[in-house]
């Protein structure tokens, strides 16, 4: 059973820094891409940062050059280190893994900016 765990939310203020981690567990294998997605209250949930497995991460336009998804193999482990955020990037932040045998989401983690 693979189960993935986020952690790393919270409150901040405008222009700070956050690194949220998901960490994985269970088999991992077959990954076709993994990446990070954000739902708002009211909105729908909208992709953050996706990464093809031997290939490039695409960002949403909204977190470019601010937003920088990284992950440790070795820890089955995402990161998402979000750099200079805006209040309209308060939302519940959720990591997924796309693998051959399915989809798998976190719980998600709660991240708030505002001052």
């Known amino acids: 059973q693979v189960q993935l765990v986020e952690s790393g939310g919270g409150l901040v203020q405008p222009g700070g820094s956050l690194r949220l981690s998901c960490a994985a567990t269970?088999?991992?294998?077959?990954?076709?891409?993994m990446g990070w997605y954000r739902q708002a209250p009211g909105q729908q949930r909208e992709l953050v940062a996706a990464?093809?497995?031997?290939?490039?991460?695409m960002y949403a336009d909204s977190v470019k050059g601010r937003f920088t998804f990284s992950r440790d193999s070795a820890k089955n482990t995402l990161y998402l280190q979000m750099d200079s955020l805006k209040p309209e990037d308060t939302a519940d932040y959720y990591c997924?893994?796309?693998?051959?045998?399915?989809?798998?989401w976190g719980q998600g983690t709660q991240v708030t900016v505002s001052s």
């Open positions: 990464h093809a497995i031997g290939g490039m991460t």
């Open positions: 269970g088999t991992i294998s077959s990954v076709n891409n």
């Open positions: 997924h893994i796309d693998m051959a045998r399915g989809d798998y």
